[in-house]
């Protein structure tokens, strides 16, 4: 029986695969994923616009509450702005390692890490990609329209770029300074978008180092319910 629809609708035929292909696939994927390592580190060769373009037009498939994608990406190439974001966030980062707004319980995460409030690789990543969070939007008449999982929304669309950019052989951080109302300030950005997550974007430097990290094993992330 043919369904009615009062919006207009298009078939949708994803791919079907053979078990093992979709196992061989599966797995290589993770594997490739697996090897992705958040980096502080960055080279500072040039990097092809378009490879940003495309992590942003991967981002924008995802999906979203009634596919209102609430979501803004600044992508910013200008050394002069690469240094005035740097500079703020050191503000606000010396805020929270010397001046000690960070708990005890928060620099205990941090520790195995060794952060700290320089921030120095925000300017030597070649791009900087700044996502904002739509809180609401704005008709033409200047009338606001509610958005819905805002914050799952974004989250997940930022989830993507990471995946593109890993998938292109490129590095990147979720740097979350806090508070980061200095974004929104130099990317000119309206009083609907709040700063959500300031991503560098570049290759690793050729002696990168990263923390000697483990994640969790299968069976602490995932639980199968059984029926009774």
């Not at 035929?13 to 502080?40: L, Q």
């Not at 130099?186 to 990290?213: Q, S």
Request: with cysteine; aromatic share 10%; charged share 25%.
């Amino acid at each position: 029986m043919a369904r009615q629809h009062s919006h207009p609708f298009i078939p949708y035929r994803p791919d079907r695969r053979p078990g093992a292909e979709m196992v061989a696939r599966g797995r290589e994927f993770f594997e490739h994923m697996d090897r992705r390592r958040s980096v502080r580190f960055f080279s500072d060769e040039p990097v092809p616009r378009e490879c940003v373009e495309l992590a942003v037009r991967t981002a924008n498939t995802a999906p979203s509450g009634a596919h209102q994608q609430p979501w803004t990406f600044v992508v910013i190439g200008d050394p002069q702005t690469k240094r005035r974001v740097r500079e703020a966030a050191e503000v606000e980062e010396r805020e929270n390692y010397e001046g000690g707004r960070l708990t005890p319980e928060w620099r205990e995460a941090l520790a195995p890490l060794e952060t700290g409030s320089d921030k120095g690789y925000l300017e030597v990543a070649p791009w900087l990609v700044v996502c904002f969070a739509e809180k609401y939007g704005v008709r033409p008449d200047g009338t606001r329209v509610k958005h819905y999982y805002v914050n799952e929304s974004v989250g997940i669309a930022c989830g993507f770029f990471i995946a593109a950019l890993h998938a292109m052989g490129l590095s990147t951080l979720t740097h979350t300074p806090n508070p980061m109302a200095f974004l929104t300030r130099i990317c000119g950005r309206p009083a609907n978008e709040r700063p959500y997550i300031l991503f560098p974007v570049g290759y690793a430097a050729l002696d990168a180092e990263v923390p000697d990290l483990t994640r969790k094993p299968l069976d602490r992330v995932m639980v199968e319910v059984s029926g009774t």
